[in-house]
T-cell receptor, first 112, second 116 residues
Framework: GESVGLHLPTLSVQEGDNSIINCAYSNSASDYFIWYKQESGKGPQFIIDIRSNMDKRQGQRVTVLLNKTVKHLSLQIAATQPGDSAVYFCADSTSGTYKYIFGTGTRLKVLA | GAVVSQHPSWVICKSGTSVKIECRSLDFQATTMFWYRQFPKQSLMLMATSNEGSKATYEQGVEKDKFLINHASLTLSTLTVTSAHPEDSSFYIC????????????FGPGTRLTVL
C-alpha cells in the first residue's frame, strides 16, 4: 500500500448497505495482497487475501478485487453491520520477503 | 489460528528511561518476526525485521541503537526502546509469518507506549 502519514479518510455507510474500500499500491513486484481490520487499541485482524494470479476472491460477506494494471485493490463488504466499524488497511508483499507494506487505511463508520 | 502475544499491553514511562516490549508466538515457531510502529490515526510502519540467531534488519530511517531488537528464541523477540522520549510514544505491534504459508502474518495485539 501507499502510506503517506496522513489522517485516515472516513467512509460512512448505512447499516445494511454495501461498503467499498479502496487501496492503491506502488510496488509492481508485489504478488500477495491482504486486507486487515483494526479496532481501536488492537492489532490488525486478517480479513481476506488474494494472490496476483487472481483478480477476485470471495469470503464470507467480503470480496477482494485486484487490478494489477492500475495497482488497485478494493474490499467489498456486503450488508454492512455495526460490528464492521473499524479501520481497514490493505497490505502488499512480495513472495519470499514476508514483509508487508501497509496502505494509509480507511475508517469505516456504520450508521444505524 | 496461530496466536501472537505481546507484553505489556501498555506502558507509561518517564523520559530517558528504557522500555522492553516482548513478542511471543504461542503455538508455533518463528525464525522471523516483524516490528511495526503506528502513530494515532496513521498506518502501520515497518520498523525492522527480527531474525532468530542473527542481527535485526532495520528499515530506512529507524535508529538501530535506539530500537534494540533481540530474537532470543524461536518464540520470542524483544524490542527495547532506549532513552525513550515523548516522540517515541506510539502503538508498537509485532507480527510473525504463518509457518505453513509463509505469506500470511499473524499480528500481536499491540503495546501502547506513552513517554512522559
Amino acid at each position: 500500500g501507499e502510506s503517506v502519514g496522513l489522517h485516515l479518510p472516513t467512509l460512512s455507510v448505512q447499516e445494511g448497505d454495501n461498503s467499498i474500500i479502496n487501496c492503491a499500491y506502488s510496488n509492481s513486484a508485489s504478488d500477495y495482497f491482504i486486507w486487515y481490520k483494526q479496532e481501536s487499541g488492537k492489532g490488525p485482524q486478517f480479513i481476506i487475501d488474494i494472490r496476483s494470479n487472481m483478480d477476485k476472491r470471495q469470503g464470507q460477506r467480503v470480496t477482494v478485487l485486484l487490478n494489477k494494471t492500475v495497482k488497485h485493490l478494493s474490499l467489498q463488504i456486503a450488508a454492512t453491520q455495526p460490528g464492521d466499524s473499524a479501520v481497514y488497511f490493505c497490505a502488499d508483499s512480495t513472495s519470499g520477503t514476508y514483509k508487508y507494506i501497509f496502505g494509509t487505511g480507511t475508517r469505516l463508520k456504520v450508521l444505524a | 489460528g496461530a496466536v501472537v502475544s505481546q507484553h505489556p499491553s501498555w506502558v507509561i514511562c518517564k523520559s530517558g528511561t528504557s522500555v522492553k516490549i516482548e513478542c511471543r508466538s504461542l503455538d508455533f515457531q518463528a525464525t522471523t518476526m516483524f516490528w511495526y510502529r503506528q502513530f494515532p490515526k496513521q498506518s502501520l510502519m515497518l520498523m525492522a525485521t527480527s531474525n532468530e540467531g542473527s542481527k535485526a534488519t532495520y528499515e530506512q530511517g529507524v535508529e538501530k541503537d535506539k530500537f534494540l531488537i533481540n530474537h532470543a528464541s524461536l518464540t520470542l523477540s524483544t524490542l527495547t526502546v532506549t532513552s525513550a522520549h515523548p516522540e517515541d510514544s506510539s502503538f508498537y505491534i509485532c507480527s510473525a509469518p504463518d509457518p505453513l504459508t509463509r505469506n500470511e502474518q499473524f499480528f500481536g495485539p499491540g503495546t501502547r507506549l506513552t513517554v512522559l
